[in-house]
């Protein structure tokens, strides 16, 4: 027998505490507003006029079930050339940690995702309204394009050998003055494990 191992994004709740965890079936979208609605282009990102304006961030993790033994070693990474017209300095970015495991602890760490919605989010980084769980560390953001096959995150090393959530990989767009409008092209992001 083999895990069943689902997708999923958390929404909602408080911190410590998500309101939903959604199966991300096909896809996810990166909005302005705490929500998994991937059809809803309701909620774009704003070119700012100065500076850089943010997507809501998001936690995306692997629900854990069926029959195995232990799994561990979670990894993330794009083909690491995000495509997407950002601007100067505009990216796709993850929580990142100084050391160790780069995903969030969950529901533990979990940090509700706040800013002004229809908007912009607030950053990761922000030292007061930033994901508590990253914003104290010397780099707490990182670019996704960075993130490839060949050298992926490291999200979730410990062993899990029943069913729960692994740790989360947060995520967050930033968008430039000089961003091209538009909604843009779908992009791959993968996890792979390992499980025995």
Same mark, same amino acid.
């Given at each position: 027998?083999?895990?069943?191992?689902?997708?999923?994004?958390?929404?909602?709740?408080?911190?410590?505490?998500?309101?939903?965890?959604?199966?991300?079936? &096909?896809? =996810?979208?990166?909005?302005?507003? $705490?929500?998994?609605?991937?059809? !809803?282009?309701?909620? %774009?990102?704003?070119? @700012? /006029?100065?500076?850089?304006?943010?997507?809501?961030?998001?936690?995306?993790?692997?629900?854990?079930?069926?029959?195995?033994?232990?799994?561990?070693?979670?990894?993330?990474?794009?083909?690491?050339?995000?495509?997407?017209?950002?601007?100067?300095?505009?990216?796709?970015?993850?929580?990142?940690?100084?050391?160790?495991?780069?995903?969030?602890?969950?529901?533990?760490?979990?940090?509700?995702?706040?800013?002004?919605? &229809?908007? =912009?989010?607030?950053?990761?980084? $922000?030292?007061?309204?930033?994901? !508590?769980?990253?914003? %104290?560390?010397?780099? @707490? /953001?990182?670019?996704?394009?960075?993130?490839?096959?060949?050298?992926?995150?490291?999200?979730?090393?410990?062993?899990?050998?029943?069913?729960?959530?692994?740790?989360?990989?947060?995520?967050?767009?930033?968008?430039?003055?000089?961003?091209?409008?538009?909604?843009?092209?779908?992009?791959?992001?993968?996890?792979?494990?390992?499980?025995?």
């Amino acid at each position: 027998m083999v895990a069943t191992v689902n997708v999923q994004q958390a929404v909602g709740g408080s911190d410590g505490s998500p309101g939903t965890y959604n199966n991300v079936t &096909a896809s =996810t979208r990166l909005q302005t507003k $705490d929500q998994f609605a991937p059809a !809803d282009t309701s909620y %774009p990102i704003p070119i @700012p /006029t100065s500076g850089f304006k943010y997507s809501y961030w998001i936690h995306v993790c692997l629900d854990l079930s069926g029959a195995f033994t232990k799994i561990n070693n979670v990894r993330f990474y794009s083909d690491g050339a995000i495509g997407w017209n950002f601007g100067t300095g505009g990216e796709l970015r993850r929580g990142n940690r100084d050391s160790g495991d780069h995903g969030c602890p969950m529901p533990s760490d979990y940090d509700l995702a706040t800013g002004t919605e &229809a908007d =912009t989010g607030d950053s990761i980084e $922000d030292e007061t309204d930033g994901h !508590d769980y990253y914003n %104290p560390q010397t780099t @707490p /953001t990182a670019n996704v394009a960075s993130d490839t096959e060949a050298s992926p995150a490291l999200i979730d090393s410990i062993d899990h050998t029943a069913a729960e959530k692994t740790k989360a990989v947060v995520l967050q767009c930033r968008v430039a003055n000089d961003a091209v409008q538009g909604e843009q092209a779908d992009e791959t992001l993968s996890f792979k494990y390992d499980e025995i």
